[in-house]
């Protein structure tokens, strides 16, 4: 009998569990997903899960289109429920709503045909308490949904084992030590073996590159998002909102519907801010005051027909940022036992089909269809940075 690769997959997130569940299907692999907490527990179960592909550039476009055909196929037979109410990326400018024309036309060509651009009226007819004096239009999702990031996990965990996988939880990673036959992982919960292992820990990536010795600069960051009530705005009739055009640096207002009258709502921003946190030393569980404040302004000033609307509960969570703002997938440059599958920012739900099909393909010795060497994932790009260490000795390959 042919020996199987054993592959450990470091973090139960919804990125290392899209990998498990994609890779789970080769029975050349035996997978192990090791998890520090709980499955979903981190980032994923906090995300507001709005899954789209309102972006201008191909590679942004193709790499969420296959996450959204992705995740609509693994709910169709099970229990995930996606609230298909539209997305819309506001334009800031007559030169975003070009953009956005052109974003329609290279949607087309990943298979999504629900795009369509809007002007002023037509976004004032879908969303009656929003200001657009100083808006040019639209983008309009019309395909696109929003889930609960925690049942999503749960679902590929499911899938994962039903394949073959193990889940290991509350094992957090707390030594590796490499030897001609691999790395040998201590955890919180056991002692473990691997060929090949995949950094997928989220925030905590950055701490495990360096515990696998394959160092990445990963810069976790504390976002929030609160909860928004209104006994008059009909929060089922609108889409979820975006103020914000990738690109623009900056930061905007987001919207996303919550049952009939109430929404999620939050700042939102791709670029780095460069705010590191410790992410084992951050509160989770409430939205500091500078936020609320700034956010109040934002909302004020976007969503001023919403007059009765009432602050409630905030959370945070940590987006895991890299010095440019794009996932690093696959192999680390100095140690290619390591595969990265790391700093998807604020965009893990929708991004992690993707990044799990790139991981899986580079464990296969295939020329990965979306995210390969040169693409904007390449993490050959991270050997420039100065701490980045050599392969350690033993290292396979």
């Known amino acids: 009998m042919t020996r199987r690769t054993n592959v450990v997959i470091v973090g139960g997130g919804v990125v290392g569990l899209s990998t498990a569940m994609q ?17 979903g527990a981190g980032s994923s179960s906090r995300s507001v899960g709005i899954v789209e592909t309102q972006y201008v550039q191909p590679f942004d476009i ?15 037979n099970s229990d995930l429920q996606l609230h298909r109410n539209g997305y819309l990326r506001l334009a800031d400018s007559a030169a975003s709503l070009g953009e956005f024309e052109e974003s329609v036309a290279r949607q087309r060509q990943f298979g999504i045909t629900g795009a369509r651009v809007l002007d002023t009226e037509a976004v004032r007819a ?26 999503y996990a749960n679902l590929m965990a499911s899938h994962a084992r039903s394949n073959g996988a193990k ?16 790395a040998e992982l201590s955890t919180s919960n056991g002692a473990f073996s691997a ?15 360096e515990i696998l010795h394959a160092p990445v600069e990963l810069r976790p960051e504390l976002h929030h998002a609160v909860t928004v009530f209104s006994r008059t705005a009909i929060a089922g009739t609108v889409p979820s909102i975006m103020d914000y055009v990738p690109g623009h640096g900056g930061e905007g207002i987001y919207l996303r519907p919550e049952g009939s009258n109430s929404f ?40 001023p027909g919403i007059d009765d609307a009432e602050l409630g509960h905030g959370w945070s969570g940590l987006f895991p940022m890299t ?24 965009n893990g739900i929708q991004l992690s089909p993707a990044i799990g099909r790139t991981v899986v393909e580079y464990l296969r010795g295939e ?31």
């Open 367 to 397: 020329a990965p269809t979306m995210a390969g060497p040169a693409s904007p994932w390449d993490p050959k790009r991270i050997s420039a940075i100065d701490h980045i260490d050599t392969k350690p000795e033993g290292a396979l390959r």
């Open 167 to 182: 889940l290991i939880q509350r094992a957090r990673l707390v030594e590796c030590r490499w030897t001609t036959s691999g």
């Open 264 to 303: 999620f709502a939050g700042l939102h921003s791709e670029v780095s801010s460069g705010t590191r946190v410790d992410p084992d030393q951050v509160s989770l569980n409430a939205a500091g005051p500078e936020f609320v404040d700034a956010l109040a302004e934002a909302f004020l000033t976007r969503f």
């Open 323 to 346: 010095y440019d703002s794009s996932p690093v997938v696959g192999p680390h440059p100095t140690n290619d036992a390591v595969i990265c599958a790391l700093g998807s920012g604020g």
């Open 23 to 39: 890779l789970s299907t080769d029975d050349r692999y035996q997978v192990t997903v090791l998890e520090a907490d709980h499955v």
């Open 126 to 151: 879908l969303v009656p308490f929003i200001a657009m004096d100083d808006r040019a239009g639209g983008l309009l999702g019309a395909d696109d949904f929003y889930l609960d990031g925690y049942l």
């Open 195 to 209: 060929d090949l292992v995949v950094n997928a820990a989220g925030a905590w990536a950055g701490r495990v590159g």
């Open 62 to 76: 193709e790499v969420r289109a296959y996450g959204h055909r992705f995740i609509s196929r693994i709910a169709e």
